[in-house]
């Protein structure tokens, strides 16, 4: 569940796991230290009782040298916001999905900044020689629910956007992310009530 509601990118990042092969074929090049991180969005549709709510997750990105060590990491807060991109929906339906039950993210545009800084620093100390090691931390959730938790299967649809000429490619489609997280507790924290703030 924390891997599919949460943040669904690390996924593709991630050697597509659950991926159609045609998806992971287009996307073998992509690399997120050179990406442009303007065009990276990802498409979310859960049940009718779940609601998408970007603004309510936070990415901690920690980054640092060999050198210097974690204690001395680098820490940046990406938040994010939902897309409205001309032209998304009618691509979406291209691939057999109902366009209006979906909705799209990306990056807010001081985290994109910030990201985009981060993605230069990393290929100044690969020019120079040098590697860094990095940690991702999630806050929030990028998802809430309008019920009390249901029984049952929770089907969800993904679809990425890593650049225009690649499109939208589907990712999951009808998953059950019930099946990546047994613990009734911890699918109370990544898919809380609508109603509730949770603090960053």
Do not use: N
Not at 32 to 61: C, N
Not at 83 to 101: I, K
Request: glycine residues 8%.
């Amino acid at each position: 569940m924390r891997r599919l509601w949460v943040l669904p990118l690390l996924l593709a990042l991630a050697g597509c796991k659950g991926a159609s092969l045609g998806t992971q074929w287009k996307l073998r090049s992509f690399d997120v230290a050179t990406a442009d991180l303007a065009q990276l969005r990802i498409a979310l549709r859960g049940p009718e009782w779940t609601m998408v709510t970007p603004e309510r997750a936070s990415l901690e990105m920690k980054t640092w040298t060999p050198e210097a060590g974690e204690e001395q990491a680098k820490t940046v807060t990406l938040r994010f916001q939902k897309g409205a991109h001309a032209g998304d929906a009618a691509e979406l339906a291209q691939q057999g999905s109902s366009a209006p039950g979906l909705t799209v993210i990306e990056l807010a545009p001081q985290s994109l900044a910030s990201a985009q800084a981060a993605q230069r620093e990393g290929a100044r100390l690969k020019a120079a020689g040098g590697h860094q090691a990095g940690k991702l931390h999630l806050a929030g959730a990028l998802a809430c629910r309008k019920t009390d938790l249901p029984s049952g299967p929770i089907p969800i649809d993904v679809f990425v956007h890593v650049s225009d000429d690649l499109g939208w490619l589907p990712l999951y489609e009808q998953y059950d992310a019930r099946s990546d997280e047994k613990d009734p507790e911890k699918l109370e924290e990544w898919l809380p009530p609508c109603g509730a703030r949770k603090a960053m």
